[in-house]
């Protein structure tokens, strides 16, 4: 969530007037994110997130725009989407497609403990199971096709270490296929940035602009990678078993899933290094932008190809 496009209380007064939530009281620009550029809104009946879309188009947002209603009215928490008077999700506000969704309570965590972990893999197994009947599809921008697109543009930039690390499991992907893993829809980017907490209770998933049709399990392994590892990005274990043990209260996984838990988490830490190597080396400009740190995940691959985790059968 980033400010890109900036948006003045005129322009958005007049956009609220296409729907009945009452008349502005304050417009905050958002600097947490990379993607779009998002506003939190307070008017006079409630407190909203107001996003407008850099990159994705008017013809892609629905599937993300349903998909947050269907979670919401299947108990998953997550913001619902804020239809206007004539019951459009979508709008279009500075030349942007743009979008009201209900802003949820809590605050995200940056040190997630036990009981905060398996809160989230609950709701994330159960999101992976109420989304079988959801009928949108969308293919992963950010699959291995992106993955070789974008280590071509980086690899001139790279060091001979970062360069040899980055071939090296690229080509130990290319020779491990997922064909016979469970699909459905994926979040694929739930890190503890998307994710409100009041306490240990889980107020809300945002941020679905990710989300596609792919390996339940790469969307595991990218949350616990994130959500489970140590500062210099060991996997805690704890933790880890927190998370799968409540995701397999929702959704069992299978015994080729259990196998491939090495590989997954190999793929979800190649995915987020190359995006933040990407951020680095090319960023975009912005009034209010957040880079984050690729040596973070970079670490986390280093850590994954030496240590294969696995999953307790209890």
């Not at 905050?28 to 809104?41: P, R």
């Not at 293919?139 to 096709?145: C, D, E, M, T, V």
């Not at 080509?171 to 459905?184: K, Y």
Request: aromatic residues 8%; negative net charge.
């Amino acid at each position: 969530m980033s400010v890109y496009t900036t948006v003045s209380e005129q322009a958005l007064t007049q956009f609220l007037s296409e729907y009945s939530i009452g008349g502005l009281i304050s417009l905050t620009g958002i600097s947490d994110g990379i993607e779009n550029t998002n506003y939190f809104v307070e008017t006079s009946e409630g407190h909203y997130v107001l996003t407008l879309f850099e990159t994705l188009t008017a013809e892609e947002l629905p599937f993300f725009l349903d998909l947050m209603a269907h979670l919401n009215e299947h108990q998953v928490p997550s913001a619902h989407p804020i239809a206007d008077n004539h019951q459009n999700y979508l709008k279009t506000l500075c030349g942007k497609p743009a979008a009201l969704v209900q802003r949820l309570t809590g605050k995200s965590v940056t040190e997630p403990n036990l009981k905060q972990c398996a809160a989230l893999g609950k709701a994330l197994g159960h999101a992976h199971v109420v989304t079988q009947n959801f009928s949108g599809q969308r293919s992963n921008r950010r699959g291995p096709h992106w993955w070789q697109q974008t280590s071509q543009q980086l690899i001139p930039h790279l060091s001979p270490e970062e360069k040899q690390l980055l071939e090296d499991e690229l080509s130990f992907q290319a020779e491990h296929r997922n064909d016979n893993l469970p699909r459905g829809v994926i979040h694929a980017d739930l890190f503890r940035d998307n994710a409100l907490f009041d306490g240990d209770k889980l107020t809300g998933i945002i941020d679905f602009y990710y989300a596609c049709n792919d390996v339940l399990l790469y969307d595991v392994a990218v949350t616990v990678n994130d959500w489970c590892s140590h500062p210099d990005g060991r996997l805690d274990n704890a933790r880890c078993q927190h998370f799968l043990q409540a995701y397999q209260q929702e959704r069992p996984l299978t015994d080729n899933e259990k196998t491939d838990w090495p590989l997954m988490l190999r793929a979800a830490a190649l995915r987020f290094w190359l995006s933040r190597l990407q951020d680095k080396h090319f960023p975009r400009e912005g009034e209010m932008t957040h880079i984050k740190n690729p040596t973070v995940f970079e670490d986390i691959l280093r850590h994954r190809r030496l240590n294969k985790a696995r999953i307790n059968n209890s």
